[in-house]
């Protein structure tokens, strides 16, 4: 049958999965390639070296632009696997009809690839504090879920000073967060250990509360006065760097936030849910003080070859063509800083994402932060203009396991407004 897709076996997927000629595309959703084992399989992650392409991705009418986007070439060998053989074959025949002559599927991944410890697979390291919308449904209807050990959680809707954003719509059972109790709207630092301890005994959050943050995207208008009103799921993954540096032990992120939530078709509802407080946090705040960094540290990072200040902002902020907000008067970056690129403009964290706003494939990222020498092996510090898109870098960072990260906290907007020395145009070695 001229439309049949061809085989790959084990010992033939061996031989040739470190050739750079082949391709190995994942086609799970991208909770079982960072290390879920949706279908109870002895282990979980992925074949090392494959890459991350769910299903649902072919769906998309840019499809083939997120494909090419990974690299993914017709010179190459693509050997497709999934859960099921039906969804690899669907897969692989768009990939056909895309012009890609040379497609295998294998059909042994279950069976045979993860019951074999010697077969290598690859998984993000921190993979259960990335949660997916069918992990927390199942925890919120039954308090019980895969890899949770817990008896209490809370999940909370993030929204910077935008309650109707809440009252809009949102996950039963959660609770509304403004990230102005987390940080102060004057400084847009983290408010001092009092009172983070008292907004999150209010929330009815202690160290050991297992919290689940979540917000919506939608796509903020920069002639707002507050713009960042409508970046919730940004605003989330800050509230999630802050309750660590807290000292949250289990913190966790649904991955793409409310619309994983949708999507998945779920319901969302406006009935409020009043948080129950607790009488006290269980720990001295911060218990982790090594995951912010303030200015003075930020200087010593700059003068030390271990270490990397990461700017996480767009090229038009980097070499001084916008401040990147209509509070920020001075333009121009940090003398020394490392360009760690996070999209179009202040709000959107495009190139740390993928197009339904789930965290970038964790391989992706570390590849391009290596190729600026931000590597594991150093201390790394991502900053931004006041924290949210530091926050989300570190937590990527973080949820790779990597052992020295931390948002400078006071970003371009401190910076600046401290006199220091800055640096505009397009740096000599860029």
Not at 138 to 148: F, H, I, P, V
Request: net charge negative.
């Amino acid at each position: 049958m001229p439309d049949r897709i061809s085989d790959i076996s084990t010992s033939e997927l061996e031989q040739c999965f470190h050739d750079s000629d082949t391709q190995i595309i994942d086609v799970r959703p991208v909770e079982a390639y960072n290390g879920w084992k949706l279908k109870g399989e002895k282990r979980g992650g992925h074949i090392e070296g494959a890459r991350s392409l769910p299903a649902k991705w072919s769906d998309y009418i840019d499809w083939i632009e997120i494909v090419r986007n990974k690299d993914i070439l017709p010179s190459q060998k693509i050997v497709i696997y999934g859960y099921d053989n039906q969804t690899a074959e669907k897969v692989a025949m768009r990939f056909k009809k895309a012009g890609y002559p040379n497609i295998v599927v294998y059909r042994d991944f279950l069976t045979n690839w993860v019951n074999n410890d010697r077969l290598p697979m690859q998984y993000l390291s921190r993979y259960r504090h990335l949660v997916s919308a069918e992990w927390l449904k199942e925890l919120s209807d039954t308090g019980k879920a895969a890899e949770y050990n817990n008896t209490r959680f809370v999940i909370c809707h993030a929204h910077y000073r935008n309650p109707a954003d809440y009252d809009a719509g949102h996950i039963p059972g959660s609770v509304s967060v403004d990230t102005n109790t987390l940080e102060s709207p004057e400084t847009w630092n983290r408010r001092s250990p009092q009172e983070l301890k008292n907004t999150l005994e209010s929330l009815g959050i202690d160290k050991d509360t297992t919290v689940i943050l979540y917000g919506r995207f939608s796509f903020p208008d920069n002639d707002d006065p507050f713009p960042g009103s409508s970046a919730g799921h940004l605003g989330s993954i800050r509230a999630a760097a802050i309750m660590l540096y807290a000292g949250v032990e289990d913190v966790r992120i649904l991955n793409g936030g409310l619309q994983s939530w949708t999507d998945s078709g779920f319901e969302v509802i406006k009935e409020p849910q009043i948080p129950h407080s607790v009488e006290n946090f269980g720990t001295e705040i911060p218990a982790h003080p090594e995951y912010f960094i303030d200015t003075s540290e930020a200087e010593a990072y700059l003068a030390s070859s271990d270490k990397n200040l990461v700017s996480v902002r767009s090229w038009p902020e980097y070499i001084g063509e916008v401040s990147g907000y209509n509070y920020i008067e001075k333009k121009g970056r940090i003398p020394g800083s490392v360009f760690g690129n996070c999209g179009s403009d202040a709000y959107h964290m495009e190139n740390y994402r993928n197009l339904d706003h789930t965290m970038r494939e964790f391989h992706e990222t570390e590849k391009i932060w290596k190729a600026i020498g931000v590597t594991p092996d150093k201390y790394n510090a991502f900053y931004c203009g006041t924290g949210w898109r530091g926050s989300e870098a570190f937590m990527n960072a973080w949820l790779m396991g990597w052992p020295n990260v931390s948002v400078y906290d006071g970003g371009w907007f401190e910076w600046s407004n401290l006199g220091k020395p800055f640096e505009t145009g397009i740096p000599k070695n860029q």
